[in-house]
């Protein structure tokens, strides 16, 4: 199984972006989806997450900015981002809990980077 995540690239503050990530491969099915992010010299951190009955939930730091969708015929999950703060810039990172009929995996996308910088 693959995730590629795509979107990400320089935008102003105050500005928005859309990152996608599409899993691919031997798929059962894919249970909860979502987008955590690393700035430089920090820890990875949660964004937000996505189940594929759709129940979300995400940081307080981006509540009411950010928004997590998916699209399960698709096996894909997006995190639309507005209002961005230079503080929102890091390497974003999609994850997946994919269903191989008997077992479960989580996975990792490689990370798309987002700038936030005027």
């Known amino acids: 199984v693959q995730l590629q995540a795509s979107g990400g690239g320089l935008v102003q503050p105050g500005g928005s972006l859309r990152l996608s990530c599409v899993a691919s491969?031997?798929?059962?099915?894919?249970?909860?989806m979502g987008w955590y992010r690393q700035a430089p010299g920090k820890q990875r951190e949660l964004v937000a997450t996505?189940?594929?009955?759709?129940?979300?939930n995400y940081a307080d730091s981006v509540k009411r900015r950010f928004t997590i969708s998916r699209d399960n015929a698709k096996n894909t999950v997006y995190l639309q981002m507005n209002s961005l703060k230079p503080e929102d810039t890091a390497v974003y990172y999609c994850?997946?809990?994919?269903?191989?009929?008997?077992?479960?995996?989580?996975?990792w996308g490689q990370g798309t980077l987002v700038t936030v910088s005027s």
């Open positions: 994850n997946a809990d994919v269903v191989h009929i008997a077992t479960m995996q989580n996975y």
């Open positions: 996505i189940t594929s009955g759709g129940s979300t």
């Open positions: 491969g031997v798929i059962y099915r894919v249970n909860v």
